[in-house]
């Protein structure tokens, strides 16, 4: 028994051991970040996409995307391995300009607060709304705003009512106390069920910032992040009380986002120094809660602050600013995209279409990847077959009154109605219109179809609307959503 005890107890000893030496092993590798030749604070050194193991030939694509499919475009910036290795200004763009970054601006604020936690400032993400905020705490508060913290303001998930682009966005825009405004929102969620985008929660983060500093959000900017990373001028907003607005108003140069991409891409190392901990990096970077699925571009997740979204099949994450202003760092290609665009209102909004550049900028990255499977269009019965190609032809030509008449009257896909698919269609064919329909799964049944749909053209290809179905009304097929149980 004496035996069986010793070689149990040198076992387990030497299980532990491994596992502590792997687990040091381990965190020590996640520690210690790429080496790199130089850092960029002084400004960026250039290379070709050759040496640094791309394909110009497929980088000249992306930029072919940008000059045909996004004309609001005004710069493209790729960094792989540290160095810049395209760099193009569009329309009135130009290594000069400084953009409006709009919501870029909510993931700089988020690097904010975690160097405000790594310095004490703050304690924790679990830190409570009222905390900060007790001037408007009454008693007739709802009770669950007393369970706000840090951690739902970062993800977007404190339960308020709001709408980024409806009314309450203008009326909390105009009225002379933001915080007020925003903590006096009617209660909806309960705090951490569901993600609401909410620009407003952001600027209260700005708001706690400042408070918890004894300075302003610029100026802790300027001292902690900007100046050590050589960003030598930014213009950030302000509200109606002087704090400078944590959801957008930031205004930094083509050059200078990708520098703070590179600051991520090096888990918050800049030369030699942590200028955000890596742990709050990796924490703002990691899916926190979902939030929407693009019918063309897939599902996009949350973490602080920062949108994760795979880019040519490599875990990726991106600071989003409405019009097209971008960050998009994917590690495993050591890469980082900057995108700036034309500040005035598109119509349509063209942000979400900004997602095929991406992926076609990581494509030209060098590297070995699976065969790709190519799409396998099934035989179709002459009269289906006729539709899709009426459809495509429809599509194509822009013209939306034979498109809205390929549609059922009774179309309803996860509650969108015929209206609303027509006028999503519509947004869409500035960018889709040469992508043709085809037809991977059909399963009849009856004057009914499931379908499999995907869209293809020269620069991607999505499956398009999980779900889908055909139906036949009077003889004739059209699209028809999946109906909602009554």
């Known amino acids: 028994m004496k035996i069986f005890n010793l070689s149990y107890s040198k076992k387990t000893f030497c299980i532990l051991t491994f596992s502590l030496f792997a687990f040091l092993t381990e965190y020590a590798f996640c520690e210690q970040p790429k080496k790199r030749e130089y850092w960029p604070t002084s400004g960026w050194r250039t290379s070709t996409p050759e040496i640094q193991g791309m394909d110009s030939a497929k980088l000249r694509i992306a930029d072919e995307f940008v000059q045909n499919r996004l004309p609001d475009a005004f710069s493209l910036l790729v960094v792989k391995n540290g160095y810049l290795v395209f760099e193009k200004y569009y329309s009135w763009g130009s290594p000069e300009k400084y953009a409006v970054v709009h919501s870029v601006t909510k993931s700089v604020t988020s690097a ?283 599509r194509f030509n822009k013209d939306v009154v034979t498109m809205a008449d390929l549609i059922s009257d009774r179309f309803l896909h996860y509650g969108v109605t015929k209206q609303m698919a027509l006028k999503f269609l519509e947004g869409t064919l500035s960018y889709t219109s040469e992508a043709k329909i085809i037809i991977t799964k059909f399963e009849p049944e009856g004057d009914e179809a499931k379908i499999d749909v995907w869209l293809k053209d020269k620069y991607f290809e999505a499956l398009f609307m999980t779900g889908s179905k055909l139906i036949k009304d009077n003889g004739h097929w059209k699209w028809y959503g999946n109906q909602l149980p009554q």
């Not at 925003?182 to 985008?197: S, W």
Request: charged residues 20%; hydrophobic residues 35%.
């Open 112 to 394: 904010l607060i975690g160097i405000a936690l790594d310095k004490g400032y703050l304690k924790s993400v679990d830190q409570k709304l009222t905390e900060f905020f007790p001037e408007y705490i009454t008693e007739d508060l709802d009770p669950r705003k007393k369970k706000i913290s840090l951690r739902h303001l970062l993800t977007m998930s404190a339960g308020f009512r709001w709408n980024d682009r409806g009314p309450v966005m203008r009326f909390w825009y105009t009225s002379s106390n933001w915080a007020k405004f925003t903590i006096q929102l009617p209660q909806e969620k309960n705090p951490g069920d569901v993600f609401n985008y909410n620009s407003s929660t952001s600027h209260l983060l700005s708001i706690i910032l400042s408070k918890s500093t004894k300075s302003s959000t610029l100026d802790f900017a300027k001292r902690n992040l900007f100046e050590p990373l050589g960003i030598q001028s930014a213009y950030w907003h302000q509200d109606p009380q002087g704090y400078y607005i944590g959801g957008f108003g930031l205004g930094l140069s083509a050059r200078d986002l990708a520098k703070i991409g590179f600051l991520y891409l090096n888990n918050g190392y800049w030369n030699g120094q942590s200028i955000v901990s890596e742990y709050w990096v990796k924490e703002s970077t990691d899916q926190q809660i979902k939030t929407f699925s693009s019918p063309i571009y897939g599902s996009f997740g949350y973490g602080y602050q920062w949108w994760v979204k795979k880019v040519d099949g490599c875990s990726s994450f991106r600071a989003w600013g409405r019009r097209g202003q971008f960050i998009v760092v994917v590690p495993e290609l050591d890469l980082v995209i900057a995108v700036t665009s034309k500040t005035a209102q598109p119509h349509p909004p063209t942000s979400i279409h900004y997602s095929p550049l991406f992926d076609l900028v990581a494509v030209s990255v060098q590297r070995k990847r699976p065969p790709k499977k190519p799409l396998k269009a099934v035989e179709l019965p002459t009269d289906v077959k006729a539709f899709i190609t009426d459809y495509n032809q429809a």
